[in-house]
């Protein structure tokens, strides 16, 4: 069983300004992935489906972090010469 998401957004960390308050609620949101969850539990979906998405996610996140430490090496080898 999943927990519930509580997300909440005081009025005092955002010092009133209430632009700020709504992109933080929507961030948080983004973070627990509140949307994301309630358009998957939308329609049913096979379980081997569901393996499947959760590894292309996988495959995709690997991906980024390998371009994230190839830059990072390319910039360091950049400030060396």
Known sequence: ???PAHVSV???ETRG???RLIRKFIKK???ERI???ARDRRY???PSVKKKEKTERAIRARKREEQKR???QERR???IK
Do not use: G, H, S
């Open 1 to 3: 069983m999943k927990k």
């Open 77 to 79: 080898r950049r400030k």
């Open 44 to 46: 049913y979906k096979k």
């Open 29 to 31: 949101t983004k973070k």
């Open 35 to 37: 949307v994301e969850q």
């Open 10 to 12: 005081k009025i005092r």
């Open 70 to 72: 190839r830059r990072a």
């Open 17 to 19: 300004n209430v632009e």
